[in-house]
């Protein structure tokens, strides 16, 4: 449900002015202590970024694709690994659930989920199974009223921290593809769940990835997402749609900082007598990464908006996260290199910022798995 432009423009705001006050102060403390302090994660609740894409019904704030967009447009001005903190409950690990669950589960976790008194994660990467999906190893084989699962899943963001997850699995192991696939929204406390160490990382510190480990835990049916099995791939695929326009989103806010930071640093920093922003060389990087990110803002706000219209903007999707993660590889590469020598120390934000934003090109699919995506939606509709 889209928001009155009061109320739109008011939450814009003041998520605007949470991270200038509250969360560019902290950036670099969480860098380097590795965690987001337990007082802004209440704060960002009480704002309620933990129910930005949660249906109003269920406690969330309801908003749509576009409105969504428009938020993390803000939000991520700043370290990516705040956004962490929320990314999985507002995108990928409640998406499932709201798209395709059942009545009485989206009751039971929703309001919980929106509030943010539990996180979910999403476990669809293996060891395995990375860029092809569809070859998850992890199963859950039906045995009266429980599913056992048994199988690791790999690099899962927030594991450690969540209250539940939601699964894919295969339930039918005579189907080696998409179709033996099933999703499960389940709780994290179950007998055989083991949550690894969180991994170490090149950046984002503050945001954490763990194994998760299933050893033949004991799944109540009616965890299963949906009305039948061999659904899961499908809705794995539709919250990654969705979940590649949100990082897209994530992209274009760490752009129009870094723009930001490399202007102001090119009309600070004097070399041969003037603002280092007087030199056409350095104008030339101005204008090309201002430039990206425009393009970014557009081709999401674009992306968005079809998809609130009830298009299918599986190919824009991943237009929009090809061209967005790289482009920020290219602000962010620039940005360090009007810094100079200054910009590979970390005395400024711009040596974090580089190594943050490699991790939008790899995630929720890496670029050349859009541009497959892309390909193969075009030869389709050629056909
Ligand atoms: N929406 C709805 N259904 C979709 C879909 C989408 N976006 N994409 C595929 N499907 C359906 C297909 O229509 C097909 O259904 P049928 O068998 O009924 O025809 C089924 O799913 C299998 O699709 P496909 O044959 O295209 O699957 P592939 O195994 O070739 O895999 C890619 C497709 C590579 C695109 C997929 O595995 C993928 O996105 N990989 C990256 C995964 C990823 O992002 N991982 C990041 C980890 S999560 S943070």
Redesign the pocket.
Known sequence: MALDTETREQLISSVARFVRERLVPIEDQVSQQDKVPDEIVREMADLGLFGLSVPQEYGGLGLSMEEEVLVLFELCQTSPAFRSVIGTNVG?GSQGLVMFGRQAQKEYWLPKIASGEIIAS?C??EPGA?????SVRTTAIRKGDVYVVNGTKRFITNAAKAGAFTLMARTNPDNKG??GISAFFLPSNLKGITVGKGERKMGQQGAHIHDVVFDNCEVPADCLIGEKEGEG??LA??V??RGRIHISAVCTGVADRLVRDSVRYATERQQVGQPISEFQMVQSMLADSKTEALAMRCMVLDTARKRDAGENI?MEASCCKLFASEAVGRIADRNVQIHGGAGYVSDYAAERFYRDVRIFRL???TSQ?QQ??IARNLIRQAG
């Open positions: 990928i999403f669809l990467t990375g860029s092809d999906a569809a998409a179709g791939f499908r695929m539709q990654l749609d599986a995630y929720e699919g798995i497959m995506v």
